[in-house]
């Protein structure tokens, strides 16, 4: 459960799943930093998403970056990507955060073996913890997570972003590469022509 006022730092936050997570983290009172990949993603989340700040991993020194927006440390880590972003993060926890992993696209396609965690003795210090999130699991709570997430959206609260790629089915291999690639912004989509 997300508090009012908590710092929650969410990274592949101009993707499809990071920006409604940031968006619903606001929703529910939350100062809210996220990791983007580019000055335009960046943008994007501060300008039109509403979050209080964005870090662009590919520009910044990200550990310094978390330093100068969460000066309190994370109260609630949303991981989409894992690796060295995941580390930088476990560094700036605040006693008793929680980090939730959603996924860890920066880990998908290696082909030497999964990079883990290397400063995960920040949870025991800081007394945090970390677990998995899968949708699916939650099942149960998709009627009153659609009508919380649809009353955002009506009010303005929550823009749902799409990334229309026209093509035929045989651009599907291509299309898919573009999530590992960081080109997208909010959810990739492939239309049928």
Known sequence: MLKDGETVVVSGAAGAVGSIAGQIAKAKGCR???IA???EKCALLTDELGFDAAIDYR???VGKALRRHAPDGIDVYFDNVGGDI???ALTRLAMHARVVVCG???QYNN???VKGPSNYLTLLVRRARMEGFVVFDYAKRYPQAAQDISAWIADGRIKVREHVVRGSVDDFPETLQML???ENVGKLVLELA
């Open 32 to 34: 809210v930093v996220g």
């Open 180 to 182: 590992f690639r960081g």
């Open 86 to 88: 995941l580390d930088a």
């Open 59 to 61: 520009a910044d020194d």
């Open 104 to 106: 860890a696209i920066s």
């Open 111 to 113: 082909a030497t073996p």
């Open 37 to 39: 990949g580019g000055p």
